[in-house]
């Protein structure tokens, strides 16, 4: 399929989804967050696909929701008023459930500025890592606006309440060393070869056992609501699951034989 305002492409068991607006530092437009739910979904689905790696082309991951466009282009209700929340209802929220949703572990790889809601769709990621030039903007209150695209969740469950109102309320620059001594990210890479640090960590997880990668996600974000009795029944009843698989075999008879495992997703 062809797109607009992206750059689709496979590597191996990769599908890699790059926003690709660079002279607009990748602004979501309307068309942008169609295409990314369209991107995503079809990568969710392909069963040649086992991970999933979102960045952005150029010097910026995302600098948010395109605003900058026609006032008059802006969505409104039935009455004429102005309504910022249907591009909310019908894209954003939208693309983020299926993020968490998919049993495929997805990686932002945030290569430059992430900014609103492309910060909210970077930490909606499972793995999230930064070049170490990038940084992160809650740049919502800069135009009387308040988080969006899950912030309110990411934020307050990755670094707590106080920094989470902090980020949000001063809407001040957050680096990525900052980030990820807060939690907020996995790790940091250095620029020069910051593309391929992150294709070989997302290459690993496309390789390793599918069924335990997707329990994990979905216990893990069990637990963020879940009480501990929830989570020993889950755990249980995914731990069976996973070991009923080939790849637990392959895991164990590696492990013996002080050899790579060879896991083949089954």
């Excluded at 607009?4 to 437009?29: D, Q």
């Excluded at 990314?36 to 392909?46: I, M, S």
């Excluded at 309440?161 to 809407?171: D, F, K, N, S």
């Amino acid at each position: 399929m062809d797109y607009e305002t992206l750059l689709v492409r496979r590597e191996g068991r990769v599908a890699i989804i790059a926003m690709n607006r660079p002279k607009m530092l990748n602004a979501m437009s309307v068309t942008m967050t169609r295409e990314l739910n369209q991107a995503f979904d079809a990568a969710a689905g392909d069963d040649e696909v086992t991970a999933i790696l979102l960045t952005g082309e150029g010097r910026a991951f995302s600098a948010g929701a395109d605003v900058g466009g026609n006032p008059a282009e802006l969505p409104k209700d039935e009455s004429g008023r102005l309504d910022l929340g249907a591009p909310l209802e019908e894209s954003y929220n939208p693309l983020i459930r299926s993020m968490r949703a998919t049993p495929k572990p997805v990686v932002a790889a945030v290569n430059g500025l992430a900014a609103g809601a492309g910060a909210g769709v970077a930490l909606a990621a499972d793995l999230t890592v930064a070049a170490r030039s990038a940084y992160f903007l809650q740049a919502f209150v800069n135009i009387g606006l308040m988080p969006d695209a899950g912030c309110t969740y990411t934020l307050s469950q990755a670094v707590g309440p106080q920094r989470a109102m902090g980020m949000a309320m001063l809407g001040e620059k957050i680096s990525a060393e900052q980030a990820q001594a807060w939690g907020l990210i996995w790790d940091v890479m250095d620029d020069e070869n910051f593309m391929e640090s992150a294709m070989a960590l997302v290459t690993r997880l496309s390789l390793g056992p599918l069924k335990a990668l997707a329990h994990i996600k979905r216990a893990i974000h069990a637990g963020e609501t879940g009480t501990m009795d929830q989570q020993l029944e889950m755990e249980r009843d995914l731990q069976r699951e996973c070991g009923q698989t080939q790849d637990f075999m392959e895991g164990a008879m590696a492990f013996v034989q002080k050899r790579a495992p060879k896991f083949t997703g089954r």
